[in-house]
Each structure stands twice: as C-alpha cells, then as structure tokens.
C-alpha cells in the first residue's frame, strides 16, 4: 500500500511503518519561538525541570511580531528572549531580520523535516516538504527539553492542481478559493497535500503562500512534495545539500481528493470577519478602502513586492488610501532594492515597514481606526486581529491590494 | 486542577461558532502576556463582554463548531482556565487549542452543545466523559406548546478523549506531566481519534 507525504515523513522519522490515526513519537529537526509566544514557552521550560535544552535538534528564537518593539512591556520580552537565546545557545533573529515563516524557509527548512514553532503558520515551511506544524507553549517547552513530540498521523486531503494561473490570479487566489471550498473547520487534523501537473510550473514563493494557508482550513499540515524547484530554491540559498526527493505513492490513500483548474480561478476575496467568507473580486469592486497593508509571512516576498510594483510604478496610491508595505526579510527587502520594487514603491506613496509581522496582528505600524476597513495580504481577518475590533479586514493577493491602493476602492487588478 | 479528582459541576456560558484565539484574547493585549493576571481581564471582551462579570468557578464554557481557532497562543486556554472555568464544551475545536487546552489540565469534551442552553447547570463524569443536564426548563423549539419540558437529568454523550491525553489531564497538564515522567510515557499506538 502506498503512502501520503505525511504518512511517509513520519514513518521515516518515528522508524515505524504508520499509517493516517496512528500516534507517534517523533525527533524534532526545529523547534522555534517568536516574541508574543516565547516568553511563556521560556517559563515553562524553565518549570520542566529540564536546564539544558535537547541536544538533537536545532532552536531559534525570532524577534518579529513586534519588531522593533513598540512598548515597555514587550522590550522586556524582547531582553527575556535575547538572554534565553544566549544562554542556551539558541540562534537569534534579531529584529528587523524578519518573519520568522520566511526565515525557516529561507535558512533550516529541508524536505522530510520535521519542524515544530510556536507559532500556527508554521505550516508554511511546509512549501519545501518539510512536515512543519504549529504548537502550543507547553508543547514547545518539552520538545525544548526532550527534542521530541507525539504527533497523530493526519488523514489527508489531495488538492490535485492542474492549468495554469490565467493572467491577475495568483497563489493566494487559489487558496482563498480553497478556504471557501474546504471552510475554516473542514480540514480540522488533517493534512493538506498538494500535487498534479500544475505544480511542475509553481514557484517556491506561490508554494509558501498556500503552504501557509492551509491552518485556514483547521490542518495540521500543508505539504508540497518535492522537486528540482524545491532543489533550485535550496541551492540558491546556499542548501543544496539538504534537498531529497519527496513524492507521494501512486497507492497512497486520501480522505478527500479535491481537484482545481487553475484556469478557471479568477482574483478572490476574504470578507471580513472569516477567512473562509470567500467571494471573487469581481463582485465586490467600489468597496472603499482606507489602508493597503502588502506583506507578512503570506504574501511579503520578493514576487509579491514585484507584482506590487510592476502594478504601482510611475503611479499614486489613491490620496485617501494609505499604503503600507512591509517585506518579509532582510533578504527580500535587500533584493527589492536592488531590483528598483522599493523605489517604485516609495515613488507610489507606500510606507515601508522593517521586516517583520508589521500591522498583521495588531500590535504597532498600522492600526486601523474605528470603522476603516483595510485590504491586507495576511492570512487572519478575525474581528480586532489588526488591533481594532471596530475596524474590518479584507484579505486578496498582492495585485488585487495593489490595484485597489490605486483606485482607493475594491479593484480587480485585470483592470488596470 | 486536577481533572480526576471528582464531577465538575456548574453552569453553561454559552458562545457561538468560530470563536477565534484573537475572540478569546486579542492580539492587541499582547504587551500583556507577560503579566497574565492583567491580561486574563481582557478575556473575550470583543465578543462577549458580559463573560467576566459572569463566570463563577466551576462553570463551562460551551461554544459551537471550531472553538479556538487560530493562532498557536496558549494564553487563550490559559486565561479561560484563570477566568474559573473548568472545562470547554464544543462541537469542535480547532487543533492547537485542544493541545494546549489539555496541557494546561483543561478538560474539552466534543459534544452536541445544542442541547445546553445559556445558564443551564451541567454535571459532568470526565471519567466516562458524560454530561447530565440539571435543569428543568421547556425545550427552545416547544415553547409555548405546553410540552416538550427538558427533565432534569438529561444526559449527553461526549466523545472519547485519547487515554494518553487523559494521562496528561490527570497530572494536571503537559508540564506538570513532563516534570513527574521525564519523558512521553506512551507508546506508538493507533487509537481512534
């Protein structure tokens, strides 16, 4: 019988033949934290008895979510954090280094890895093969301390991608369409597994944006297999050595087999306050918009801020529309640079924010007031998510964001 | 609070579906989380302002489909666990939460919440994961007709929770579990889920 990219990860990784149900003991490859989960992963940590962390696996910490840090309290975590990370040998991300997502993918995430973060959109490493998951403080705790965890074998769904992207759709339009398809709960526990033809023509960028997603859906796992993009990817960042082969067995057996056209998307949308509440742009033109927010671990790289700017250059952002743009890593603010994105940008009437979560979560750089509604690039439209729970949030891809910035209202970016 | 130690008994203080980690505790209050007490205040108050005022040890929160749905903060069960309440039931909850809410010895039962209404008093066996309704009151879609009183003493079944998790509950949650067992006491297994 064959195997899911999931079953074999963590047969191989738990040396046991496991099948979806079954429960595991696994090493851990990574384990991370950032600064609004960290500081109570630390204490508990240090309330385990164990002083030294396991030996087997490699630990990060990531100053992102507030970075720099906007307030007394949260610099304090910050020093907790630094001092942990010194301590113990831990590698440290330093603020402005950027998001924590896009530097596992960046840095440590190999195919067949397993990687554990406090944090949910760990899923996004993920887009390599890596079987990478999010977890709760105390979990993170113990496998600080034993360099392990238990896991359930999830069931999992294939989302067979076939066609090619049509001209103004995108990665994050094929997941939104898939969120509204599965809804928030639906894939609760279980692995996402993406495959067929489409994939041989998908960037690793548009593989981390809907690796990335796939928490949206109630998955434990969003797994691409891997392939000489995985390996091209790696090799450009300098770990070549750590690509393997990952694919599935023609006999692997799925829960649900989910197939999409990819010429048949258009642009998609998020309404406010459900990621799963997903209607095509189309329907939802002349929507006033107060703030564009393009970046985060979903849609802040490279080929985001290039989409962005192609749509941006020699324009303005509408004059009530404020554009905020925040890259998703030093890398990929450094690469913008030097390929002109920023300066098209900046011409444009964007801010742009050091890299890191930004106005994500609702912490600092780009509040919404009350009764502002904001198109963003995130993953999360939850009522308060940016900080105000008075404020509304509609999520797309960077060229609807952009195109919208433009026209200070809902736009579908086939349109300019 | 150790889960083993008796029935848990109180009332419902019902929420509706998809109440997110951000619903729970928003990221807003994220400055502090270093400071749980000062924290704890802000629980819910975007979707249910009344919860704090409310709560009374002992009580459960009852919510719809996907409880907890969202970010990996294992503050939202731990705030709701500091609120007085001694165990979620849902129909669903989302996967992060119910780890965390079990590491933090917070027992979660799926189960039809439908037949709990706001305020109802609730027995709950965590042993055999049964839920008797103690109130007598006339049944939401019967009102007015006469009959269709729901007895006190109904029962409601929850699903089975993993024994290993149980395991976890019993020593009052993954941290307490870590420091008395020095490693996962449990073996690969293929328990239904």
């Known amino acids: ?416 | 609070m150790r889960a083993k130690q008796s029935n848990l008994k109180g009332k419902a203080i019902k929420l509706g579906n998809n109440i997110s980690t951000d619903d729970i505790i928003p990221g807003r209050f994220a400055h502090l989380r270093s400071n749980l007490p000062e924290l704890a205040k802000h629980i819910l108050e975007d979707v249910a302002p009344s919860f704090c005022a409310r709560v009374e040890p002992g009580d459960f929160l009852v919510a719809g489909r996907n409880f907890g749905l969202g970010s990996s903060r294992e503050h939202a069960p731990l705030v709701i666990k500091m609120s007085g309440i001694s165990a979620v039931l849902a129909k669903s909850v989302a996967r992060i939460f119910f780890r965390n809410a079990i590491n933090q010895g917070m027992p979660v039962l799926l189960c039809d919440t439908d037949k709990i209404a706001d305020g109802d008093e609730l027995e709950i066996n965590l042993s055999d994961g049964l839920i008797t309704n103690l109130t007598s009151r006339p049944l939401p879609n019967k009102v007015g007709s006469g009959e269709g009183l729901l007895s006190s003493g109904a029962r409601l079944r929850s699903s089975k929770t993993p024994s290993f998790m149980l395991a976890i509950l019993e020593e009052g949650g993954l941290i307490p579990y870590i420091r008395k067992h020095k490693d996962f006491i449990i073996r690969c297994s293929s328990e239904p889920y």
């Open chain 1, 1 to 416: 019988m064959g195997k899911t990219l999931a079953e074999k990860i963590l047969s191989l990784k738990s040396q046991s033949d496991v099948r979806a149900g079954d429960i595991v003991i696994a090493p851990v490859d990574l384990v991370f934290v950032q600064d609004t989960t960290g500081p109570l992963t630390i204490r508990q940590f240090q309330e385990s008895g164990f002083g030294v962390l396991a030996e087997s696996q490699k630990t990060a910490v990531f100053l992102d979510h507030a970075a720099p840090s906007p307030s007394q309290h949260l610099s304090n975590d910050h020093a907790f954090l630094r001092q942990f990370a010194k301590e113990t040998g831990s590698a440290l991300f330093e603020v402005g280094s950027g998001i924590c997502h896009q530097l596992v993918a960046e840095h440590f995430a190999n195919p067949g890895d397993i990687i554990v973060g406090a944090d949910s959109h760990t899923v996004t490493a993920g887009a390599l093969g890596a079987f990478a998951t999010g977890m709760g403080s105390s979990d993170v705790a113990v496998i600080l301390a034993l360099g392990k965890t238990w896991f359930r074998v999830p069931e999992s769904f294939l989302i067979d991608l076939g066609g090619t992207f049509p001209e103004g759709v995108y990665a994050k339009d094929l997941i939104l369409y898939l969120i509204g398809q599965i809804g928030a709960d639906g894939a609760t526990y279980k692995a996402l597994e993406f495959g067929g033809e489409a994939l041989s023509q998908m960037t690793m960028s548009q593989r981390l944006t809907i690796a990335n997603m796939a928490v949206e859906t109630g998955a434990k796992v969003g797994l691409f297999p891997s392939d000489e993009i995985t390996h091209n990817f790696l090799t450009a960042q300098g770990r070549g050595d750590g690509y393997k082969p990952l694919y599935t067995n023609a006999k692997a057996v799925y829960e649900q087999v989910i197939s999409v056209n990819l010429n048949e998307l258009e642009p998609m949308l998020s309404y406010p306050d459900a990621v799963d509440r997903v209607f095509a742009v189309s329907k939802a033109r002349g929507i006033r918009i107060h703030q564009v927010f393009i970046g985060t671990c979903t849609n802040g790289r490279l080929e985001d801020l290039a989409i962005a700017s192609s749509i941006l250059e020699g324009k303005k952002r509408h004059l009530d529309t404020r554009l905020l743009i925040a890259p998703a890593s030093r890398q990929v603010l450094a690469q913008a640079i030097e390929k002109g994105y920023i300066g098209a940008l900046i011409d444009s009437g964007a801010v742009i924010l050091p890299p890191g979560c930004a106005a994500c979560l609702g912490l600092h750089q780009g509040i919404p007031g009350d009764g502002e509604v904001c198109l963003s690039t995130a993953n999360r439209n939850f009522k308060g998510r940016m900080g105000n729970p008075n404020a509304m949030i509609y999520l797309a891809s960077p060229a609807t964001a952009a195109a919208s910035a433009l026209r200070g209202e809902i736009t579908d970016p086939r349109e300019v």
